[in-house]
Structures are given as structure tokens and as C-alpha cells.
């Protein structure tokens, strides 16, 4: 599977349990706007496009507070 990686702490994450990662947008969040956004979603597009990759599923952390974080996987 490729893990198309954004954010530092799935980076290490993702290389240290042996998943392909692509990194790209690993620090796209640091200066959010919608230009990086579209550039991630045309990368992605292309991967689907280019049969690349099959399906997409969202892994993220919500933050309740500085204590707990939930994971979930969409």
C-alpha cells in the first residue's frame, strides 16, 4: 500500500512500521491555504487516474485536549 503522508509524527510513523510512503505534502499544513490543498487533491486524483493506487482511506488524529487524541480511520 502507498501512504500518502501529511504531517511529521505519521512520517515516522508510517517508515518505521514498513509502509511505502509518499511524502510530498508531509509539511503542507505548516502554511495552510487552498493552493496546497488543490495540489494535494490533483496528486491524488493522478494516483487514481494512473491506477496507481485502488482506493483511498483518510487516517487522522482528533484532538479533544492537550491529553487525548483519538484515532479514526474514514
Avoid: C, E, P
Avoid at 41 to 46: A, F, G, K, R, V
Amino acid at each position: 500500500d502507498k501512504v500518502l503522508v501529511i504531517g511529521t509524527k505519521g512520517l515516522s510513523y508510517f517508515k518505521r512500521n514498513g509502509y511505502n510512503v509518499d511524502s510530498t505534502f508531509v509539511n503542507a499544513l505548516q502554511d495552510y491555504d487552498y493552493n496546497i490543498v488543490r495540489k494535494m487533491n490533483n496528486h491524488i486524483m493522478s494516483l487514481l487516474h494512473l491506477n496507481q493506487i485502488g482506493k483511498i482511506k483518510i487516517a487522522y488524529t482528533s484532538f479533544k485536549n492537550s491529553n487525548i487524541f483519538f484515532n479514526s480511520l474514514a
